[in-house]
């Protein structure tokens, strides 16, 4: 039966539904219909723009009292560049037991496991004990615009449920012989800003004392860069590193505040992915994405804008950034603006519930052990609209050993993202297990 899962992950790759962030791209109807076809049931359709449909099948509980569940997977992928592909990324071939393609870990592998672990209950043949929810989604990749937010806004009384599984599903972790498998159960806030400054147009021939708002910027983002961004180490972190397989004394200084810029260096040197990833786990970041200003070689810039990518961890809200913000940018700050275009705090889910431990029951089923890692998130997903009204979501997946953890985390939005055909059916296999666990403990 699982093999269904990797053909229907080839046909969620070759329907290219690729986000570029403008409204005219994406083009969810075409995965919309591909599920319709592998499931011979309709959804209801949502398309708040042309061609940007999300479907939502929600299938009455048998016992009204029992918790809901929603299985709530995203239909885009984002776009590639194809010269660092060793593949055609839209091909979907399979080499060497690798499904390669875009979204072939984010996410439309998860995507294809959650349809056929789903299927029987959306076809009638099972009966879920509470309200099964299956939302196919569109427009994850920008922000959720054109998909989930609308969504949870507008139609709460259709997508409401009191458990939710999407992303982000990572290959287990394994030390010495110690399994754990990752499950995502929160992410970190999203403040992108941009910065804006202004000054006065002149002759680039005389440009002493003039009032040149690229040099005003320029100073203000060098001190951006120089200054250490602040560090936290929070309770999940300190549970979540030990399962990372490094040395004691490793271990020990990357839970030590003092210790951890230090160890992270040290780090880089051997796994520079792996140091960047804990580098994002435990500080605020900031990356200084785009820069544009003046308008032409011999004009004093008049206005300079850049945008910065900026996430928090759990209590490092606006207020908190803006603050580390204006310090950073030091004399040049008072001709600053900041403008905010995305203030979305950090969630996090509690764990110990029946969806935590149906989540371990399939894992010991299928992994021989029920070691579940509590993981951040540094990425932004749509669990955040469900879990701001509070409903409890995770991300997790059962991957075969052929793919680290380490590996995972450069495949994501990169090149020659891949997954094992044998982990497309684990991780299906986890869903089936996960459905019939929650609906029959529940
Ligand atoms: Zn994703």
Not at 46 to 58: H, K, L, N
Not at 350 to 359: D, H, K, V
């Amino acid at each position: 039966m699982s093999h269904e899962a990797v053909e229907l992950l080839q046909a969620l790759i070759r329907n290219q539904c690729v986000n570029d962030g403008t409204p005219e791209s994406g083009f969810e109807v075409r995965s919309v219909a591909t599920l319709a076809e592998y499931l011979g049931v309709e959804g209801e359709v949502f398309e708040p723009a042309p061609g940007r449909q999300s479907v939502v099948y929600r299938i009455p509980g048998e016992d009204p009292e029992a918790p809901s569940l929603a299985l709530a997977p995203h239909l885009d992928v984002v776009p590639v560049d194809r010269g660092g592909w060793s593949v055609d990324p839209f091909a979907a071939d399979i080499v060497d037991g690798f499904v390669f393609g875009r979204g072939a870990v984010d996410m439309l592998n998860v995507t294809a496991a959650m349809t056929v672990a789903a299927r029987p209950y959306l076809v009638g043949e099972r009966k879920p004990r509470g309200d099964l929810l299956f939302c196919a989604l569109a427009d994850e990749e920008n922000g959720g615009r054109l998909g989930a937010m609308p969504l949870v806004e507008n139609r709460w009384d259709l997508v409401k449920a009191d458990y939710l599984l999407t992303e982000v599903a990572y290959p287990g972790l394994l030390v010495d012989d110690h399994k754990a498998v990752p499950v995502s159960i929160g992410e970190k806030g999203a403040y992108w800003s941009i910065l804006e400054t202004a000054g006065s147009p002149g002759h680039g021939s005389l440009p002493y004392g003039t009032d040149n708002a690229l040099e005003k910027m320029v100073t203000a983002l060098a001190g951006m860069v120089d200054t250490p961004v602040p560090a936290d180490i929070t309770e999940d972190w300190a549970a979540f590193v030990r399962n990372l397989g490094l040395s004691e004394e490793s271990t020990r200084r990357l839970v030590d505040i003092d210790q951890l810029d230090d160890e992270i260096d040290r780090i880089a040197v051997s796994d520079p992915t792996l140091a960047r990833y804990i580098h994002a786990a435990t500080h605020l970041t900031i990356s200084t994405n785009i820069l544009r200003a003046g308008t032409k070689t011999n004009v004093v810039a008049d206005r300079a804008h850049a945008e910065l990518d900026i996430r928090g961890l759990p209590g490092m809200d606006r207020e908190f950034v803006d603050s580390h913000l204006q310090k950073a940018m030091g004399t040049a700050a008072g001709h600053v603006e900041i403008r905010p275009i995305m203030d979305s705090d950090a969630t996090v889910s509690t764990i110990g519930n029946p969806l935590w431990e149906a989540i371990g029951d399939a894992v010991e089923e299928l992994d021989g052990h029920r070691n579940l890692a509590p993981t951040l998130m540094m990425v932004a997903t749509d669990a955040r609209f469900w879990r701001a009204r509070g409903t409890v979501c995770y991300g997790v997946g059962l991957f075969d050993d052929r793919m680290s953890f380490s590996e995972m985390l450069t495949l994501f939005h990169g090149q020659d993202e891949r997954v094992s055909a044998a982990s497309v059916e684990r991780t299906t296999t986890l869903y089936e297990r996960v459905l019939a666990r929650f609906f029959a403990e529940a």
